[in-house]
């Protein structure tokens, strides 16, 4: 291809580099302030480098596997009967995540800053195993930190970062899951800075962190924008992706962003206390069964669970009587079949998070 | 009210507050005062204290676990001022002071009559509108300078410090260890370069010895997870093994303040 991976020039849709509104900026002890300056110089420095650019785009395309399809699921279309739905398949990339993009980036630039030690975190274990991969590649010195409650959950990813050489601590401490993970490698790099990169995954943390893991990611949407214009020739009415760090999704939505007709939807998994709070909002409010039953759906809670909580919050007594559930997908308060009343629709969830 | 360092080094004793609870904090900060500290540090405990070392971040779970929060520390800083003189400085990260809101904060410090504030993961660049607020109320902010910190930073650190300038010894997280790394001789010698303030060198400083080693170079010596550690090893009796430990600490640099005194 014949475009730039990463854009060259300093135009930036922020006004202040690294602030985005009220968000952004450099909140880290000022150990790491010097570093994080270093990293910003290498970065600017290396995306005006023509051979960088080009040593990053014979990477995503030799080793990583870009571009990806953009896939129009025929079958999935006509069964839901709406919208044509096209996949952009980043599942198919080395690794089997859209995390080497970013992990190829960075570590380009660990090479050009002479460090070569990478720590990371990782919470499922996708960006740890695309880091190994990537130190391998290099031949880098890699340790990655991984809540042990991840480690548990996630314990082939964990085997596949040992398989390619790297070190995998796991961390007690917090909640053992991916932000404590987070705070392990910032001890960690506040130790090492001198000889240590630190390759965060997601668009967080300090500057230059979020514009530069967005800046690697941004091939995607620009992939997607020429493959769907080449398709159907025209732009999609939305775009929609799944926001857990929100690499993936800034990756694709930032090519869209100034046309106001593409709708951009980041789809994010509720956690079970978000979820527990739009329950109990909603469900003190309802008037009827059916109301009650709706509760569930918008909290995307298991009934007996929502049952436990609001039994634990406002007594036994307020619970309403027992729902049954009378066949897959739907739900009737108890004694509404004679009332020929048919429940709400709730569409179960089989799986929740990854 | 301004921060005192008239013996050489001052002891900057850190307690993380409500560690075991805030009752007995208060009894240790009055303690370690009557054993010699002459300024505290209160530690407000926050959920992700990535520049702290084991021994503070079980601290600060355990004093999160029965809900701490800034205002309660804040309070405790008033009380402490009602019975003791020592300089009091809240030892915070950002996150806590920024949902209270900056001016909340520095009116309640002014009201508690505590000195001042350091913030941890605060860099110079972006604390502006923070150090406006302590100003108008002639609040002290002091700042880190870290080893990797280069001459131009210092500069700026220096400039927006006052009370006294805050350098770490070393690259890391606190916590106690064996022996002082070589350039933080080094580093104070350049934020010198820069300031008349004085300075107090922390992370790591544990015992008698290295007390009295930074005693050589710099006004003051902060010792924290030496101290939480002491406060975690004596359920039931903190206040008193404290004041202990404050002693020992001073102990080795008695005869040398007398003499820097008399400069």
């Given at each position: 291809?014949?475009?730039?991976?990463?854009p060259?020039g300093k135009k930036d849709s922020t006004r202040t580099p690294g602030r985005f509104?009220?968000?952004g900026?450099?909140?880290?002890?000022?150990?790491?302030?010097?570093?994080?300056?270093?990293?910003?110089?290498?970065?600017e420095?290396?995306k005006?480098?023509?051979?960088?650019?080009?040593?990053?785009?014979?990477?995503?395309?030799?080793?990583?596997?870009?571009?990806?399809?953009?896939?129009?699921?025929?079958?999935?279309?006509?069964?839901?009967?709406?919208?044509?739905?096209?996949?952009?398949?980043?599942?198919?990339?080395?690794?089997?995540?859209?995390?080497?993009?970013?992990?190829?980036?960075?570590?380009?630039?660990?090479?050009?800053?002479?460090?070569?030690?990478?720590?990371?975190?990782?919470?499922?274990?996708?960006?740890?195993?695309?880091?190994?991969?990537?130190?391998?590649?290099?031949?880098?010195?890699?340790?990655?930190?991984?809540?042990?409650?991840?480690?548990?959950?996630?314990?082939?990813?964990?085997?596949?970062?040992?398989?390619?050489?790297?070190?995998?601590?796991?961390?007690?401490?917090?909640?053992?899951?991916?932000?404590?993970?987070?705070?392990?490698?910032?001890?960690?790099?506040?130790?090492?800075?001198?000889?240590?990169?630190?390759?965060?995954?997601?668009?967080?943390?300090?500057?230059p962190?979020p514009t530069?893991?967005r800046d690697?990611?941004?091939?995607?949407?620009?992939?997607?924008?020429?493959?769907?214009?080449?398709?159907?020739?025209?732009?999609?009415?939305?775009?929609?992706?799944?926001?857990?760090?929100?690499?993936?999704?800034?990756?694709?939505?930032h090519?869209?962003?100034?046309?106001?007709?593409?709708?951009?939807?980041?789809?994010?998994?509720?956690?079970?206390?978000?979820?527990?709070?739009?329950?109990?909002?909603?469900?003190?409010?309802?008037?009827?069964?059916?109301?009650?039953?709706?509760?569930?759906?918008?909290?995307?809670?298991?009934?007996?669970?929502?049952?436990?909580?609001?039994?634990?919050?406002?007594?036994?007594?307020?619970?309403?009587?027992?729902?049954?559930?009378?066949?897959?997908?739907?739900?009737?308060?108890?004694?509404?079949?004679?009332?020929?009343?048919?429940?709400?629709?709730?569409?179960?969830?089989?799986?929740?998070?990854? | 009210?301004?921060?005192?360092?008239?013996?050489?080094?001052?002891?900057?004793?850190?307690?993380?507050?409500?560690?075991?609870?805030?009752?007995?904090?208060?009894?240790?900060?009055?303690?370690?005062?009557?054993?010699?500290?002459?300024?505290?540090?209160?530690?407000?405990?926050?959920?992700?204290?990535?520049?702290?070392?084991?021994?503070?971040?079980?601290?600060?779970?355990?004093?999160?676990?029965?809900?701490?929060?800034?205002?309660?520390?804040?309070?405790?800083?008033?009380?402490?001022?009602?019975?003791?003189?020592?300089?009091?400085?809240?030892?915070?990260?950002?996150?806590?002071?920024?949902?209270?809101?900056?001016?909340?904060?520095?009116?309640?410090?002014?009201?508690?009559?505590?000195?001042?504030?350091?913030?941890?993961?605060?860099?110079?660049?972006?604390?502006?509108?923070?150090?406006?607020?302590?100003?108008?109320?002639?609040?002290?902010?002091?700042?880190?300078?870290?080893?990797?910190?280069?001459?131009?930073?210092?500069?700026?650190?220096?400039?927006?410090?006052?009370?006294?300038?805050?350098?770490?010894?070393?690259?890391?997280?606190?916590?106690?260890?064996?022996?002082?790394?070589?350039?933080?001789?080094?580093?104070?010698?350049?934020?010198?370069?820069?300031?008349?303030?004085?300075?107090?060198?922390?992370?790591?400083?544990?015992?008698?010895?290295?007390?009295?080693?930074?005693?050589?170079?710099?006004?003051?010596?902060?010792?924290?997870?030496?101290?939480?550690?002491?406060?975690?090893?004596?359920?039931?009796?903190?206040?008193?093994?404290?004041?202990?430990?404050?002693?020992?600490?001073?102990?080795?640099?008695?005869?040398?303040?007398?003499?820097?005194?008399?400069?």
């Amino acid at each position: 291809m014949a475009t730039a991976t990463i854009p060259r020039g300093k135009k930036d849709s922020t006004r202040t580099p690294g602030r985005f509104g009220v968000y952004g900026g450099r909140y880290v002890p000022e150990t790491l302030v010097s570093a994080l300056e270093e990293l910003e110089r290498a970065y600017e420095k290396a995306k005006r480098d023509r051979k960088f650019q080009a040593r990053l785009d014979e990477l995503l395309r030799s080793y990583a596997g870009r571009p990806t399809p953009l896939f129009f699921a025929r079958r999935l279309t006509e069964k839901l009967g709406g919208a044509k739905i096209y996949l952009k398949r980043e599942d198919l990339l080395h690794t089997g995540a859209h995390k080497i993009n970013n992990c190829l980036g960075q570590a380009l630039l660990a090479e050009r800053m002479g460090k070569r030690r990478i720590i990371a975190e990782t919470g499922a274990g996708q960006h740890g195993v695309a880091t190994a991969t990537v130190c391998a590649l290099f031949g880098f010195e890699c340790v990655v930190y991984m809540g042990t409650e991840d480690m548990r959950r996630q314990e082939l990813n964990v085997f596949r970062m040992r398989l390619l050489g790297a070190e995998v601590r796991g961390v007690e401490s917090g909640s053992r899951t991916l932000k404590d993970a987070i705070n392990e490698a910032m001890r960690d790099w506040v130790t090492n800075v001198r000889t240590t990169h630190y390759l965060l995954g997601s668009v967080l943390g300090a500057h230059p962190y979020p514009t530069m893991v967005r800046d690697f990611q941004i091939v995607i949407g620009r992939e997607a924008r020429a493959q769907i214009l080449n398709a159907e020739g025209r732009l999609p009415t939305a775009i929609i992706a799944c926001v857990g760090g929100g690499s993936n999704s800034i990756g694709i939505f930032h090519h869209f962003i100034k046309d106001k007709r593409v709708k951009l939807i980041g789809a994010r998994r509720l956690s079970r206390s978000a979820a527990g709070n739009v329950f109990l909002r909603s469900a003190r409010r309802c008037r009827s069964d059916r109301q009650y039953a709706l509760s569930f759906r918008r909290a995307g809670l298991s009934l007996d669970r929502s049952r436990a909580r609001l039994a634990q919050r406002f007594g036994q007594s307020r619970v309403r009587p027992r729902i049954r559930r009378r066949s897959p997908g739907r739900l009737h308060p108890a004694g509404s079949h004679r009332r020929h009343h048919s429940g709400p629709r709730i569409r179960t969830r089989h799986s929740r998070g990854r | 009210m301004s921060l005192s360092f008239q013996k050489r080094p001052a002891l900057v004793a850190y307690v993380t507050c409500g560690d075991p609870d805030l009752a007995t904090t208060r009894a240790i900060v009055l303690a370690a005062v009557e054993a010699g500290a002459h300024i505290i540090e209160l530690g407000v405990p926050f959920s992700d204290p990535v520049a702290d070392g084991p021994v503070i971040q079980r601290a600060s779970e355990r004093a999160l676990r029965h809900g701490t929060s800034l205002e309660q520390v804040l309070k405790l800083g008033k009380e402490v001022r009602s019975k003791s003189q020592a300089g009091l400085i809240i030892f915070s990260y950002l996150n806590p002071i920024l949902r209270l809101g900056l001016t909340k904060f520095s009116a309640a410090l002014e009201d508690a009559g505590i000195n001042g504030a350091l913030i941890t993961d605060l860099p110079v660049e972006e604390a502006g509108d923070y150090v406006r607020e302590m100003r108008k109320r002639r609040l002290d902010t002091v700042f880190l300078a870290a080893p990797t910190s280069p001459d131009e930073r210092l500069k700026q650190i220096a400039k927006a410090s006052t009370g006294f300038v805050y350098a770490v010894s070393r690259t890391g997280v606190t916590g106690a260890r064996k022996q002082l790394p070589e350039d933080t001789r080094d580093l104070v010698r350049r934020v010198r370069r820069h300031t008349k303030l004085p300075i107090a060198v922390g992370f790591g400083i544990s015992s008698a010895e290295q007390f009295a080693a930074v005693g050589e170079f710099a006004e003051a010596a902060v010792v924290g997870s030496a101290i939480v550690e002491t406060i975690e090893r004596n359920p039931g009796k903190e206040p008193e093994a404290v004041a202990q430990f404050v002693r020992q600490l001073l102990a080795g640099t008695s005869q040398l303040s007398a003499k820097q005194g008399q400069r």
